[in-house]
C-alpha cells in the first residue's frame, strides 16, 4: 500500500522559514519522481515543486516559490524534503508529497504551514 507522510508544518512569521519533510512507502522510492503540492484555504490544490528520480538532478518549481523554495531528496531515508525560505502569507496552506498527479492513487494527511504576523 502507497502511503506517504508529511510533516515540519506549522506556525510561521512573514520572512521565516519551515523545512517540510516527505516520507513514504509502498513504492520503488528512488525511482520515483516526487512532487509536493499545497492546498490554500478555499482553493484548490496547486503544484509547488517537483524532484525527478535517482539522483533529484532535475528540479521544478512553481513560478511563485522559485528562489524562495528548494527541493531535495534523501533515497536512503524514502525521504524528499522541501525547504521554505522567505515565507509570505499566501504560502499558508496545506501540503502535500505524492508522485506526478496522473500517477496518485491516494493522497496523504498533509501538514499545515500558517504565515501571519
Known amino acids: 500500500q502507497v502511503q506517504f507522510v508529511e510533516s515540519g508544518g506549522g506556525l510561521v512569521q512573514p520572512g521565516g522559514s519551515l523545512r517540510l519533510s516527505c516520507s513514504a512507502s509502498g513504492i520503488n522510492f528512488g525511482d520515483s519522481a516526487i512532487v509536493w503540492y499545497r492546498q490554500p484555504p478555499r482553493k484548490q490544490r496547486e503544484f509547488v515543486a517537483r524532484?525527478?528520480?535517482?539522483?533529484?538532478?532535475?528540479?521544478t518549481f512553481a513560478d511563485s516559490v522559485k528562489g524562495r523554495f528548494a527541493i531535495s531528496r534523501d533515497n536512503a531515508k524514502n525521504t524528499v524534503y522541501l525547504q521554505m525560505d522567505d515565507l509570505r502569507p499566501d504560502d499558508t496552506a496545506v501540503y502535500f508529497c505524492?508522485?506526478?498527479?496522473?500517477?496518485?492513487?491516494?493522497w496523504g494527511q498533509g501538514t499545515q504551514v500558517t504565515v501571519e504576523a
Open positions: 505524492n508522485v506526478d498527479i496522473n500517477l496518485v492513487r491516494s
Open positions: 524532484i525527478s528520480r535517482d539522483s533529484g538532478i532535475t528540479k
